[in-house]
């Protein structure tokens, strides 16, 4: 539950900045809670990998070590270099580049979040002890 509240703020987050950009009103604070936001999810996935890892085995955790650098790597440090990048840069060259880093966060964070409910889940299934019938009591 914290990696999916935290990376649904820095999705939040990365829209918050290229929405202020976009209308002209970017700021320094929302460059700042973008960043804090990523830095939270990094923090978050690895406290939850680290509670998560023991327990897989095999495709699940190939699963989720594959999706880890992905998101540390593209979703973290990328989306926060572009976005400082942004920062620092006039408008119409920041707005491209907080494009760029907001794209890389969010798509980065949806990856994960699909990895971990399609291929990583600890339940690849249920099975139903009763079939129902039609017209059956």
Same mark, same amino acid.
């Given at each position: 539950i914290?990696?999916?509240?935290?990376?649904?703020?820095?999705?939040?987050?990365?829209?918050?900045?290229v929405l202020a950009l976009a209308y002209n009103m970017a700021s320094e604070l929302a460059y700042g809670l973008f960043a804090l936001a990523l830095l939270a999810r990094a923090a978050?996935?690895?406290?939850?990998?680290?509670?998560?890892?023991?327990?897989?085995?095999?495709?699940?955790?190939?699963a989720i070590t594959a999706v880890t650098p992905q998101l540390l790597w593209i979703g973290t440090f /990328?989306? !926060? *270099? +572009? =976005?400082?990048? #942004? &920062? %620092?840069?006039?408008?119409?060259?920041? /707005?491209? !580049? *907080? +494009? =760029?880093?907001? #794209? &890389? %966060?969010?798509?980065?964070?949806?990856h994960a979040k699909r990895t971990i409910v399609t291929r990583a889940s600890l339940n690849q299934g249920f099975a139903l002890p009763k079939l129902p019938t039609r017209g059956a009591r």
């Open positions: 914290p990696f999916i509240l935290a990376t649904a703020l820095g999705e939040g987050a990365a829209l918050a900045v978050a996935w690895i406290a939850y990998i680290a509670r998560v890892a023991p327990k897989l085995s095999g495709a699940p955790q190939a /990328l989306a !926060l *270099a +572009l =976005a400082a990048l #942004a &920062a %620092a840069l006039p408008r119409h060259f920041a /707005l491209p !580049l *907080a +494009l =760029a880093s907001a #794209a &890389a %966060a969010i798509l980065s964070g949806w």
